[in-house]
């Protein structure tokens, strides 16, 4: 003799369960279980999505968010790029401010945006008079050939900007579809 049958609130559910067809193997979709092979194909075809990249009207859109409705006006800051990068994984950027770095006049934050990174904002650098000095330098990647602007914020509310335009003859900030 076999072990006593149980009784359970769900012996009704087990019974309509096993009258269903069994689910369908190998498609994806309500009911279905897919395979490996089927799981993957739709997780690789995630994978081709394109990356984000910023326009210049998502880059004049990243300024307009930090300056506001303020005017931007060229002068007192010096972005120092190479005009020819022959790789864009790592490019050497300085950004010089003119000022006396004093409580009363000093550089309050600096700003560097791209046109055609994925993300168009690269780098806020917030500075005050014990900086002593308004510069950075640092490495950054470069997507491609494009323009990168460089805005200071002073303390007085100004901001003051320099464009420079790059060359680049191998890209960085790149993904290969896979």
Do not use: Y
């Not at 009784?7 to 994806?28: I, K, M, T």
């Not at 859109?61 to 007192?76: D, H, L, S, W």
């Not at 020819?84 to 009363?104: C, F, K, R, Y």
């Not at 600096?110 to 490495?139: C, D, M, Y």
Request: charged share 20%.
């Amino acid at each position: 003799m076999g072990p006593p049958p149980h009784s359970s609130p769900l012996q009704g559910e087990d019974d309509r369960a096993a009258s269903l067809p069994p689910p369908e193997r190998g498609r994806v979709g309500v009911g279905v279980i897919p395979t490996r092979r089927a799981f993957l194909a739709s997780a690789g075809a995630a994978l081709l999505v394109r990356p984000a990249q910023a326009t210049p009207e998502s880059m004049a859109a990243a300024i307009r968010q930090v300056v506001g409705e303020a005017n931007v006006k060229p002068g007192r800051i010096k972005l120092d790029l190479p005009p020819l990068v022959e790789n864009g994984n790592t490019v050497a950027m300085a950004v010089a401010v003119e000022s006396p770095m004093t409580a009363q006049d000093h550089v309050k934050a600096i700003h560097v945006f791209t046109e055609k990174n994925p993300q168009p904002n690269v780098i806020s650098v917030k500075l005050g008079p014990r900086a002593g000095k308004a510069e950075i330098q640092t490495r950054v990647r470069l997507a491609d050939t494009q323009t990168v602007v460089a805005i200071c914020e002073m303390s007085d509310g100004s901001f003051w900007s320099e464009k420079v335009n790059v060359i680049i003859t191998l890209g960085a900030c790149l993904e290969d579809p896979v």
